[in-house]
């Protein structure tokens, strides 16, 4: 199935389809116990396709789409002018998402994106990749740590007055 996957910059005409499959990556994730109502707020205002049509157009932020036969199955969010996060300095970007729909996370769809999205970063001059990781997602944590991805600490990501752990990991490219 790999060698169907095709990967190519994201354009505005694919802020649609980028905001469906974002929603259901993301409540697959982190709704495993049901949607809550400060989840469904924050898919409705940050996963939103005018959200990411905003996103698209935003300096310094770059989407790789990962397709097989022209549908989206995977994306990556690489924001190279973002501020340092946790111990990272300057000259890093930020790996916003990696989105993969679940039934092609074993597919090597995740480990292209990221090769993509780390040539990105040094297509820019950022000399290192960083991202966070929800504590829960020890499949997304594991994945990272196999590709060399170090982690560095927590961080906090809070909806509407809910905390959500965090793990910050860092990568020189």
Not at 95 to 115: C, E, H, I, N, S
Request: glycine share 8%; with cysteine; aromatic share 10%.
């Amino acid at each position: 199935m790999h060698e169907l996957l095709h990967l190519r910059p994201g354009a505005p005409q694919d802020a649609t389809p980028i905001a469906a499959l974002a929603i259901q990556v993301f409540l697959d994730t982190y709704a495993t116990q049901g949607i809550r109502p400060d989840l469904a707020r924050e898919v409705f205002r940050n996963y939103s396709p005018e959200a990411f049509l905003e996103r698209v157009h935003r300096p310094g932020c770059h989407f790789v789409l990962a397709e097989i036969e022209a549908a989206l199955i995977g994306f990556a969010e690489v924001d190279v002018l973002a501020p340092p996060c946790l111990g990272t300095t300057s000259g890093g970007a930020d790996l916003v998402r990696l989105y993969v729909q679940p039934a092609f996370q074993r597919a090597r769809a995740g480990t292209r994106l990221l090769a993509a999205a780390e040539d990105v970063a040094k297509s820019t001059g950022s000399s290192a990749l960083w991202l966070r990781a929800w504590d829960g997602n020890q499949r997304a944590r594991d994945f990272y740590a196999r590709r060399g991805y170090t982690d560095i600490g927590e961080t906090v990501h809070v909806i509407e007055g809910q905390r959500y752990g965090n793990r910050v990991f860092r990568r020189e490219i």
